[in-house]
RNA sequence: CGGGGUGUAGCGCAGUUGGCUAGCGCGCCUGCUUUGGGAGCAGGAGGUCCUCGGUUCGAAUCCGAGCACCCCGACCA
C-alpha cells in the first residue's frame, strides 16, 4: 500500500477532546474520527488493526471448538421481556419503534437472542454442546462515554455462548474458553491478569474478568507477584493513592502490587438463568425435557485496539506488536527523487507483497524528518530506511519501532532478514 | 442525573469593559529554493464566531433559552 493512495490523515496537534495516550493517538494517527459522542468511525488504519484482533480471536475461538454466526441487532420487546431484562436494562438500552409501532431494542448483548435460536433449533441431548459466537456491533447507552473507543455507545464485540447439557459439561468449555483468552491476550502481547469477579446484570454464579495492566484504567486490582493471586481493588482504594490499604495475598502472605486495569474480557457461569426464564429445554436420556447449562464469554474487540495502545507507546507514537499491526512493515525512501532510492524502494514493496506481508510504501515526496515523525505515530513495527547515503554502500536500514539502534544490511540481503523480523 | 468547563477556519488557540475589514500558529493550494527527525521565502483559498430569541444606532462580545462536546462523581454484561 502506497501512503500517496491511501487514506490516512495524520494530526501534527493534540485534540482537545481527547485525554488519554491511545484516545490520542488514534486520532492523531489517523485511526478513528467522532462522529457523536461515543460514537466512532474506524478509518481504514484502525479498522486493519480492528480486523487483526478479530483474526487472532477468531483463530482461537475456532481453536476451541466455537463456531462464527452473526446474530440480529434488532431485538424485538417481547424476547426481552421474557427474562424481565427489558425493564431491567432500563435506559442502557438503546430502543426503537418500527412503523407498525413494534419496540426493538439495539443489542447490548445477546443472551436473549442466542437462547431463543438454541431452544427452537436443539432438542436432544445428542446435540450438545453447542459453542457459538460473533463478531458484532453492541449498542450501550453509557452514561458517561469516555475515552475515544475504550468507552463508546457503540462498539465492536466479540460475545460467545456456550450450551450444555450439565454442569461438567460447562465445567469443561468455560474452561476451554479461559485457554483461549489467555491465548488471544498473550497474542495481543499484552500484560494482563485474571481475576475472579462479580457477575453483576448477566448472572450466573461464577465469572473472569480478564485484565490488561494499564495506568489509565477505569478499574484497578491487587495482585501477587510470586503467585499470581488476583483481587479487584475497592472503590476507596481506587481514589484515594495515600490512603491505599496494603494487602497481603491470601496464598502466600507477600503484600501484593497495586495495579489499574482494563477490562478487555468477561467469562459468565450463566447456569440455567437464561434457559430457565426462556423455558429453553432439551430433551435428556430419560425424553425428560432439561433446561441449557449455558456460560457466555465476551471480549471488547474496539476497546482492544485502546488497549494495546494504552500498553504500548512512547512519546512519538503508537508501538504496535506484529500480531495486529495494521502493516508490518514501513519502506521510508527518504529522497524519492533519487532514482535509485526510488526504484529500490519499489522493488521491495513488491516483493514483500508477493510474500503475503502487509507493508506500507511512503512514496511521498516528503522531507525525512517527516517521514520519521509519520512512521513513529503509526506504530508499525518494522520501518526500513532506504537513503542516498546508504545507496552509497549498497547498504539498506532497518529500524525496529520498538527499539532504538538500526541495523545496516547489505541491499542484496534485505529481503530475507525482514522476512526473518516478520516471522519472529 | 449532580458538579465543573468549553463551543471563533480542517487542527490548536487569541480576541469578550459592545465599535471599524475577526486574527495567530499548524495544515491546505500555487511557484521557487531545500532534502536523515514535522524546512525557507513569496503568493493564495478557507468563517452562519454552536443555535434561536432579546437588548442596542451597532453583538463573536451583553441578557435569556436551548443544543453539542469534554472533565469529576454516581452508574456500567
Known sequence: MRISESFIPTMKEIPSEAQIPSHQLMLRAGMIRKLASGV????????RVLKNVEQVIREEMNAAGAQELLLPTLHPRELWEETGRWGLYG????????????????????EEVITDLVRREVRSYRQLPVILYQFQTKFRDEIRPRFGVMRGREFIMKDCYSFDRDEKGLEINYQKMVQAYKNIFTRCGFKFKVVQADSGNIGGSLSHEFMVLADTGEEALYYCEACDHCQKAKEEDDNSQAGREKLSCPKCNKEMTYTRVIEVGHTFNLGTKYSAAMKATFLDEKGEAQPFIMGCYGIGVSRIVAASIEQSHDANGIIWPLSIAPFKVMLLPLDVSNEQVKVTAEKLHQDLQAQGVTVLLDDRDERAGVKFKDADLLGIPIKVIISTRNMAENKIEIKL?????????????????????VKA
Do not use: C, Q, W
Not at 42 to 47: A, K, R
Open 40 to 47: 466512532y468511525t474506524f478509518l481504514p488504519l484502525g479498522y
Open 91 to 110: 435506559d442502557e438500552m438503546l430502543k426503537v419503534t418500527d412503523r407498525n409501532k413494534r419496540e426493538f431494542g439495539l443489542g447490548p448483548t445477546h
Open 401 to 421: 519501532r520498538s527499539k532504538n539502534d538500526a541495523i545496516k544490511v547489505d541491499l542484496p540481503e534485505t529481503l530475507s532478514k525482514i522476512m526473518a523480523m
